[in-house]
């Protein structure tokens, strides 16, 4: 299977805009036979909790249609971020699109002290299967939470994956955590981060794939929007760079 981490340069609020570069790295995700694409916490609005509120949709709003017309015609799987709100509640959520099949969302369970007054905690835990692998999907402080991946690797996953907003102040505590995770489980773990600034933050890039023995087998640097290519069934990497 080919997994690939996303990263990405957001527009603050601008969904339009973030969805076309978005576009972008799936296309070229795609013309690399991917699997599996995912982009950072939030990443079609920026992470802006003080905007999050008039932003947020739900889940299935015809705006992000065009991922599941993509995921359809190219047999590609795509998680991407977005506040959405359900029943009153405002979220930080993974909208995952997958060929043939109806859309789902992922909240996220742990929030950042500074979230809590802004969202609500997600209720559920998240798991697919793609070709015979079974992906569970973190979003940022999720990771941080050592509950979270244990149920990872309690419910068999092979792959863990972590959408995060990670800024040049936390990035290294961040990359040590999700390569403890990736050897204590035996899993290889996809990170996909911001580049440039959201939410007041600095963000650091460095989107990056462990083996299942915490090794970092390829990371990208601070400075360029593109896509880390995991191969699970050798562990090659490959980097592309978007300018």
Not at 71 to 89: F, L, Q
Request: charged share 20%; hydrophobic share 35%.
């Amino acid at each position: 299977m080919k997994i690939a981490a996303a990263q990405i340069q957001p527009v603050k609020g601008n969904i339009l805009k973030n969805i076309e570069n978005h576009n972008i790295l799936i296309n070229a995700a795609v013309d690399h036979h991917v699997d599996m694409i995912i982009f950072p916490e939030l990443s079609i609005t920026g992470y802006e909790p003080e905007l999050a509120d008039q932003l947020s949709i739900h889940y299935e709003d015809s705006v992000l249609d065009i991922f599941q017309k993509t995921a359809d015609e190219n047999n590609i799987n795509i998680t991407v971020g977005m506040p959405t709100k359900y029943d009153d509640r405002l979220c930080i959520s993974s909208i995952i699109f997958q060929p043939g099949r109806k859309r789902e969302v992922y909240s996220k369970r742990n929030l950042f002290p500074t979230e809590t007054s802004v969202f609500s905690k997600g209720d559920s835990f998240c798991q697919l299967e793609i070709i015979q692998n079974k992906i569970s999907l973190a979003i940022c402080y999720d990771l941080s939470d050592p509950l979270h991946s244990q149920e990872a690797h309690q419910i068999g996953s092979n792959i863990y994956t972590a959408s995060v907003l990670n800024s040049v102040n936390g990035i290294d505590e961040d990359l040590i955590k999700l390569s403890n995770i990736a050897a204590k489980y035996h899993m290889h773990v996809v990170m996909a981060n911001f580049i440039g600034e959201s939410g007041g933050y600095e963000c650091a890039g460095k989107s990056s794939v462990w083996s299942k023995n915490g090794t970092l087998l390829g990371q990208l640097n601070s400075e360029n929007a593109g896509i880390l290519i995991l191969d699970t069934d050798n562990e090659q990497v490959e980097k592309m760079y978007i300018n």
